[in-house]
């Protein structure tokens, strides 16, 4: 059986879109995690302000900017994907989405 994204329901349509706006704000988050390290390392004068500064900014253009072209869309298909990855990585739990929603995820 074949998923058809073009037959579900409103409802489950909008949930997918909120859980990827999860997922997608859980990476990002991670990825801030990491930038922290680098404010911390600043902080304690491990690094000046100018070496933060370009870190800072290949981070904006890194990490953010890719999140943002993979959630920045209005593709079921393609955020039905994004939250199937977290569900199986673990970013998302299973009693976070809706029993209805898996299901239909898990149709091969």
Same mark, same amino acid.
């Given at each position: /059986?074949t998923k058809r994204? %073009?037959?579900?329901?409103?409802?489950?349509?909008?949930?997918?879109?909120?859980?990827?706006?999860?997922?997608?704000?859980?990476?990002?988050?991670?990825?801030?995690?990491k930038l922290?390290? $680098?404010?911390?390392?600043?902080?304690?004068?491990? /690094?000046?302000? *100018? $070496?933060?500064?370009? #870190?800072?900014?290949? *981070?904006?253009?890194?990490?953010?900017?890719? #999140?943002? #072209?993979? *959630?920045?869309?209005?593709?079921?298909?393609? #955020?039905?994907?994004?939250?199937?990855?977290?569900?199986? %990585?673990?970013? /998302?739990?299973?009693?976070?989405?809706?029993? $209805?929603?898996?299901? *239909?995820?898990?149709?091969?």
């Amino acid at each position: /059986m074949t998923k058809r994204y %073009d037959d579900l329901p409103k409802a489950l349509k909008r949930e997918i879109r909120e859980l990827a706006g999860v997922v997608h704000e859980r990476l990002l988050a991670a990825e801030l995690r990491k930038l922290d390290g $680098e404010f911390a390392r600043w902080r304690t004068g491990e /690094m000046d302000a *100018f $070496e933060l500064s370009t #870190l800072v900014h290949k *981070f904006h253009e890194g990490p953010p900017r890719e #999140l943002w #072209l993979k *959630f920045n869309t209005h593709d079921v298909r393609e #955020l039905g994907w994004w939250v199937s990855a977290a569900l199986a %990585d673990r970013t /998302m739990r299973e009693d976070e989405v809706s029993v $209805e929603v898996r299901q *239909f995820l898990a149709l091969k």
